[in-house]
Nanobody
Framework: QVRLVESGGELVQAGGSLRLSCAAS????????TGWFRQAPGKERELVTA????????YYRDSVKGRFTISKDNTKNTVYLQMNSLRPEDTAVYYC??????????????WGQGTQVTVSS
């Protein structure tokens, strides 16, 4: 059974930093690409960043470029999202998702339960 567990979300002031983690079990993590998505209240879920199985190919949406960094540790079956210079508009529930293909759509096979990030102004 595949399981993804996100952690690290909390309340932080604007300009602050957080590191989210996504721990995977039930699959051979090195074979999978990962995406971080977020959904703010009243808005559609959107892709924030993605990384391929090797960690050598990444994507960032424009609004987070230069502030967020995705990385993965295949030995720990964990993907990280380092978020710096946080803004109130980054407030959302953040989800990680994995798939056997590197993709920029939402058709990921497995999803975590989400972790809340709240950025106060």
């Amino acid at each position: 059974q595949v399981r993804l567990v996100e952690s690290g979300g909390e309340l932080v002031q604007a300009g602050g930093s957080l590191r989210l983690s996504c721990a995977a079990s039930g699959l051979t993590f090195i074979n999978y690409a990962t995406g971080w998505f977020r959904q703010a209240p009243g808005k559609e879920r959107e892709l924030v960043t993605a990384i391929d199985w090797s960690g050598s190919v990444t994507y960032y949406r424009d609004s987070v470029k230069g502030r967020f960094t995705i990385s993965k540790d295949n030995t720990k079956n964990t993907v990280y999202l380092q978020m710096n210079s946080l803004r109130p508009e980054d407030t959302a529930v953040y989800y990680c998702a994995v798939d056997s293909k590197y993709r920029l759509d939402q058709r990921y096979a497995y999803w975590g339960q989400g972790t809340q990030v709240t950025v106060s102004s």
